[in-house]
């Protein structure tokens, strides 16, 4: 853009006001290309989150672990029974659970990272071996990858009985269960009492004896 300035005579005006008139139209133009460019962004409004913000205070993490021994009813009731569910293995097989319909079943949730968990499975495989032909035991973790399960029952040696994966939440939802480490302990009428929080081998073998003589 070219700026000519010319006095009432005709005659170019004085250097130094000619480059006073030349400045100010510099800013002008410095201006109109300023708003034609992208607009500011405006600051979120109040409330606003991205998101990456962080989550709600109370809500539930997978890190949470069973905090005391707590007998609760399942949450939900299945008028077929129970054990009206299949499930695949940790070995990927694909196990009907009303095959056992009619037998004292326990069914222990677990976490492949949940510390308490690890720590009774030796009880859990003791009592399992005790109560042989007599009560069958069901592992069913959930909230993990399934190789980090099937490196947990390596280590803990819990392969003497089958683990069914759990890995949308479905079985631990269908009893009851929101925290682990759990039992659910099914008699052969298909009443179902469901112990939150650990059990040792001593409590653990007498509520599952309990289910053989119901």
Request: with cysteine; glycine share 12%; charged share 20%.
């Amino acid at each position: 853009m070219t700026v000519v300035v010319v006095t009432r005579a005709g005659r170019t005006a004085p250097r130094r006001q000619l480059l006073a008139l030349l400045a100010t139209a510099c800013l002008a133009l410095a201006g109109c290309a300023a708003g034609d460019g992208p607009a500011a962004q405006d600051p979120p409004s109040d409330g606003a989150t991205s998101p990456s913000a962080p989550a709600t205070e109370g809500t539930p993490t997978p890190g949470d672990e069973a905090g005391g021994d707590t007998d609760v009813e399942p949450g939900t009731a299945d008028p077929d029974g129970p054990l009206t569910f299949t499930a695949t293995t940790l070995d990927g097989v694909t196990v009907d659970a009303s095959t056992f319909a009619g037998e004292p079943v326990v069914l222990w949730f677990w976490a492949p990272w949940c510390s308490i968990c690890r720590a009774e499975a030796p009880d859990v495989v003791d009592v399992v071996a005790d109560l042989d032909g007599q009560v069958t035991f069901l592992g069913v973790p959930g909230l993990g990858e399934e190789d980090a399960m099937r490196s947990f029952v390596d280590d803990t040696s819990t392969g003497t009985f089958e683990h069914l994966v759990d890995a949308d939440g479905a079985l631990w939802q269908r009893f009851g269960v929101v925290n682990q480490p759990a039992y659910a302990f099914v008699s052969a009428d298909g009443t179902v009492e469901v112990h939150a929080g650990a059990l040792g081998a001593d409590a653990l073998r007498e509520r599952a004896a309990q289910l053989t003589t119901g």
